[in-house]
């Protein structure tokens, strides 16, 4: 086994595996930062082992009865009574149940997103904890997202794994309306997840291995959460998933440029993945309790409907997006909403939408950009069109999207909804 099969071997456990382990090293402590600094050291031990030993069969079993070496040392050097015990029933839990196979390895993410939702955790911590803790985002990207600096973003977190630690939280999913008052952050956590993971296909931070992760542990998550509490909300951001992931295949041409939306060959989209997201939001629906998440998945059923049918939907698009409005005021709402405003009512109204909005909110919101360039050129303001344009690829880290805004610039493209 080389150096470099195992590198990737921890790699590949690290991306799929990493909140299932700190899950399970945190239950017995609820120490978070405890358990991530086992488990770092037993990455590290496993990059100086395997190379010679090679990669073990359940390499997951290996870190976790590793790591719990290490938190057993970190008790013994701390004194905490009871260490012996602690360690030998960790070993033989780990040796009875976690060492044999990949499909006998526990996953206990689902409860450590309910951990981080808890009441006694600052609500702007919850998601960024949820973020990192179970689905591994480093801390300089959760604090881009949520748009603060990486040092306030680590503050907020090791503030949250603290509270978790000194106010001893119970490691189990709630009941009852325990569960549903932390739903929405769960959620949210879980289609912020998603989103991360849509978003790096375009702008190239993540490996496509890491992006696929992301997005298929936002997906399971999602299905878990509609076995454990089928309510309607949960089922309509599985749906949401569903279909944006069902387009993932026509985001790319086989050459690897972008292909906007309307652009997309529809052949290449997930016929199954769009029937689930069919059944899903009209599972849904029948409950009659409407919510932002069964909004936004009914707005990519629209969508899904148009391009395969060719039947313009603009005005039932436009209802949609009204109806969103009432459960988010999100920047990226107000863009969608006014790009279907220019299909549906014309330039003057898309523009209007658009000049509303704050310049600190959209200033550096690539989308906007772009949705106000098409709009201006619709109305035949082109000089501010070209501006609007060159300030949109100015905000475009993807290559492949720089490229096809550039192909507008010059006038060898065709605008389309990205």
Same mark, same amino acid.
């Given at each position: 086994?080389?150096?470099?099969?195992?590198?990737?071997?921890?790699?590949?456990?690290?991306?799929?595996?990493?909140?299932?382990?700190?899950?399970? &090293?945190? !239950?017995?402590?609820?120490? *978070?930062?405890? /358990?991530?600094? =086992?488990?770092?050291?037993?990455?590290?031990? +496993? $990059? @100086?082992?395997?190379?010679?030993?090679?990669?073990?069969?359940?390499?997951?079993?290996?870190?976790?009865?590793?790591?719990?070496?290490?938190?057993?040392?970190?008790?013994?050097?701390?004194?905490?009574?009871?260490?012996?015990?602690?360690?030998?029933?960790?070993?033989?839990?780990?040796?009875?149940?976690?060492?044999?196979?990949?499909?006998?390895?526990?996953?206990?993410?689902?409860?450590?997103?309910?951990?981080?939702?808890?009441?006694?955790?600052?609500?702007?911590?919850?998601?960024?904890?949820?973020?990192?803790?179970?689905?591994?985002?480093?801390?300089?990207?959760?604090?881009?997202?949520?748009?603060?600096?990486?040092?306030?973003?680590?503050?907020? &977190?090791? !503030?949250?794994?603290?509270? *978790?630690?000194? /106010?001893?939280? =119970?490691?189990?999913?709630?009941?009852?309306? +325990? $569960? @549903?008052?932390?739903?929405?952050?769960?959620?949210?956590?879980?289609?912020?997840?998603?989103?991360?993971?849509?978003?790096?296909?375009?702008?190239?931070?993540?490996?496509?291995?890491?992006?696929?992760?992301?997005?298929?542990?936002?997906?399971?998550?999602?299905?878990?959460?509609?076995?454990?509490?089928?309510?309607?909300?949960?089922?309509?951001?599985?749906?949401?998933?569903?279909?944006?992931?069902?387009?993932?295949?026509?985001?790319?041409?086989?050459?690897?440029?972008?292909?906007?939306?309307?652009?997309?060959?529809?052949?290449?989209?997930?016929?199954?993945?769009?029937?689930?997201?069919?059944?899903?939001?009209?599972?849904?629906?029948?409950?009659?309790?409407?919510?932002?998440?069964?909004?936004?998945?009914?707005?990519?059923?629209?969508?899904?409907?148009?391009?395969?049918?060719?039947?313009?939907?603009?005005?039932?698009?436009?209802?949609?997006?009204?109806?969103?409005?009432?459960?988010?005021?999100?920047?990226?709402?107000?863009?969608?909403?006014?790009?279907?405003?220019?299909?549906?009512?014309?330039?003057?109204?898309?523009?209007?939408?658009?000049?509303?909005?704050?310049?600190?909110?959209?200033?550096?919101?690539?989308?906007?950009?772009?949705?106000?360039?098409?709009?201006?050129?619709?109305?035949?303001?082109?000089?501010?069109?070209?501006?609007?344009?060159?300030?949109?690829?100015?905000?475009?880290?993807?290559?492949?999207?720089?490229?096809?805004?550039?192909?507008?610039?010059?006038?060898?493209?065709?605008?389309?909804?990205?």
């Amino acid at each position: 086994m080389s150096k470099i099969d195992s590198e990737r071997a921890a790699e590949a456990v690290a991306r799929l595996s990493y909140g299932r382990l700190v899950a399970l &090293l945190s !239950r017995r402590s609820r120490d *978070i930062m405890a /358990a991530e600094d =086992a488990l770092s050291e037993a990455f590290a031990a +496993a $990059l @100086r082992t395997w190379p010679a030993r090679g990669v073990p069969n359940s390499p997951e079993a290996w870190l976790l009865t590793a790591a719990r070496r290490n938190l057993g040392h970190r008790e013994r050097a701390a004194k905490v009574r009871e260490h012996h015990r602690y360690t030998v029933a960790q070993l033989q839990e780990t040796l009875a149940g976690h060492d044999a196979h990949a499909e006998d390895f526990p996953d206990d993410r689902l409860m450590l997103l309910f951990v981080c939702a808890h009441p006694a955790i600052d609500p702007a911590a919850r998601t960024p904890l949820m973020l990192q803790t179970v689905l591994g985002l480093d801390a300089a990207r959760i604090a881009s997202a949520f748009l603060v600096s990486p040092a306030t973003m680590g503050q907020r &977190l090791v !503030r949250a794994k603290a509270r *978790i630690r000194d /106010a001893g939280i =119970a490691y189990t999913v709630p009941e009852g309306d +325990a $569960l @549903r008052e932390r739903l929405e952050d769960v959620l949210g956590a879980i289609y912020a997840a998603y989103g991360a993971g849509w978003e790096a296909l375009a702008d190239g931070e993540m490996d496509m291995g890491r992006v696929q992760g992301l997005a298929e542990e936002a997906i399971w998550l999602g299905q878990v959460l509609v076995r454990l509490l089928p309510e309607p909300e949960v089922l309509g951001l599985l749906a949401l998933m569903c279909y944006c992931e069902s387009r993932r295949a026509a985001r790319r041409d086989d050459a690897g440029r972008f292909v906007p939306l309307s652009q997309q060959d529809t052949t290449r989209w997930s016929g199954p993945l769009i029937s689930d997201a069919e059944a899903l939001l009209t599972r849904a629906a029948r409950a009659g309790r409407p919510g932002r998440y069964q909004c936004e998945a009914a707005i990519q059923s629209v969508h899904c409907e148009m391009a395969m049918s060719g039947t313009p939907r603009w005005h039932a698009l436009a209802q949609l997006y009204d109806a969103l409005l009432t459960y988010t005021d999100a920047v990226g709402v107000r863009v969608g909403r006014a790009a279907v405003l220019l299909e549906a009512h014309g330039a003057p109204a898309a523009v209007q939408a658009l000049e509303a909005l704050s310049a600190k909110s959209v200033d550096t919101y690539q989308p906007y950009w772009v949705t106000y360039a098409h709009a201006l050129r619709a109305g035949e303001r082109s000089d501010d069109a070209d501006r609007a344009l060159r300030r949109a690829v100015g905000l475009t880290q993807d290559p492949a999207v720089r490229e096809w805004l550039l192909a507008l610039a010059h006038g060898n493209g065709n605008h389309a909804r990205a």
